[in-house]
């Protein structure tokens, strides 16, 4: 079984509107900060729209680029 990651957590997050607690747990530490700070972000400033919850992690974006 693969590891549950952030990309995991946004796809279920736009296909459902909602995430497990036990999903919470599987989560690293960084992607579940992470996926918790772009929570508020969509949240305030995009209304829940699950189609502006970002689908790929900032983070590993950067990594990539470098």
Do not use: H, T
Not at 6 to 20: F, M, N, P, T, W
Not at 52 to 62: G, I, V
């Amino acid at each position: 079984m693969s590891k549950y990651q952030y990309e995991d957590a946004v796809k279920q997050l736009q296909d459902s509107g909602s995430i497990g607690l036990q999903d919470f747990k599987n989560l690293s530490y960084e992607d579940l900060n992470e996926l918790l700070e772009e929570i508020k972000v969509w949240c305030l400033y995009a209304n829940g729209k699950a189609d502006k919850l970002p689908k790929e992690s900032k983070k590993k974006k950067k990594k990539k680029k470098d």
